[in-house]
């Protein structure tokens, strides 16, 4: 969404990384401006998925354009009103979704009815908004939220790399043949 933005463009967030320039802008936005469907509503799982979110996200910029008559790459007068509605219909996707798991975790005994934890990592425990809305999900079922502090919360990729370096270094599950593996995009 930052990119289809063009965030880089904008003053206030050219230094910085996608994410936080969404959480920057959504700030002082109106997430009311643009109602957003929520993903996966009908699926009664505790999966996640943006995919049709993004997809409604770029329609709306596409129309929000239009309206403004602007071309692709400029940037939008609403910016701040898309990234709040964008960040808000996310926090509220991935609080639906985890309450869901919960939930699941609890009836099937996978995780303690009392003192069980929720542990939110990665690029995402970053923002504060989320991290917000976990912290009142947490709170409302007497679960403690862990989240490492926001400097530690960087791209999931950069920690599977490192653990891949650390595997390496000990030998551990390092592959010297790749013959006979079969590869899957999942």
């Not at 880089?8 to 997430?31: D, V």
């Amino acid at each position: 969404v930052a990119r289809r933005l063009s965030l880089r463009k904008h003053p206030e967030c050219h230094s910085m990384a996608g994410g936080k320039a969404i959480e920057h802008l959504a700030q002082t936005g109106n997430q009311e401006l643009l109602p957003l469907r929520l993903p996966m509503q009908q699926y009664r799982n505790c999966d996640f998925s943006f995919s049709g979110l993004q997809n409604l996200v770029n329609n709306a910029i596409v129309q929000k354009e239009k309206e403004e008559g602007i071309q692709e790459g400029e940037i939008l007068a609403c910016v701040k009103d898309v990234a709040a509605a964008v960040q808000h219909a996310v926090t509220v996707h991935i609080i639906q979704r985890t309450y869901r798991a919960m939930l699941f975790c609890i009836k099937t005994s996978i995780l303690p009815s009392k003192n069980a934890t929720l542990v939110v990592s990665g690029g995402v425990a970053s923002n504060q908004y989320i991290r917000k809305g976990l912290q009142n999900l947490a709170d409302a079922n007497d679960f403690a939220l862990l989240c490492p502090p926001p400097r530690l919360c960087t791209d999931n990729g950069v920690m599977i790399a490192w653990n891949g370096i650390e595997r390496l270094r000990a030998g551990l599950g390092v592959l010297h043949s790749t013959a006979g593996i079969r590869y899957e995009p999942r």
